[in-house]
């Protein structure tokens, strides 16, 4: 029995894990990797193909700041010794969580631990799941997420204490 093909936006931040993988290995040009690394698999669907352009220059720009937010919750752990997938994911996720304001907190986080269950090891989903919570907790407690739209911000809220 094969596996249900994945939707077409965990296609896109699967590809852009792929994009951001081949960008820190070739140290190529970001816009050398949008050329063979993007636009091929959606140049066919322009909605998607912005979606995966936009991602993957916002996971690029914002891996500083992705760092910084996972050094304070990966205890003993050295941020080079993560497994470059796992930091991939949580570079898309987090920069998903500050700058992509119409997708759920809750969306972001399900779908990192779904990429990271394909990529990563037998360890990445709940390892990528505990670094995002604390991550998505910090966030929230300093008032850095700005998400929009209708149900975002309830959902965002429901079920903290």
Do not use: C
Request: proline letters at 4%; a neutral charge.
């Amino acid at each position: 029995m094969s596996q249900p093909r994945p939707s077409k936006r965990r296609q896109v931040r699967e590809r852009v894990l792929q994009a951001l993988y081949a960008f820190e290995a070739s140290e190529d040009s970001v816009e050398h990797v949008l050329r063979t690394v993007i636009r091929p698999t959606f140049e066919g669907d322009k909605t998607y193909l912005r979606f995966a352009e936009r991602l993957f220059l916002k996971s690029a720009d914002a891996r500083a700041e992705a760092d910084v937010l996972i050094d304070k919750h990966v205890q003993n752990w050295d941020l080079n010794r993560l497994a470059r997938t796992d930091r991939y994911v949580l570079w898309i996720a987090i920069a998903e969580l500050l700058y992509f304001d119409d997708i759920p907190p809750k969306v972001t986080l399900n779908e990192a631990v779904e990429v990271a269950r394909a990529f990563g090891t037998d360890n990445s989903p709940s390892f990528v799941n505990g670094v995002l919570d604390a991550v998505l907790r910090e966030l929230r407690d300093s008032d850095r997420m700005n998400k929009t739209g209708r149900g975002l911000v309830e959902s965002a809220t429901r079920g903290e204490g």
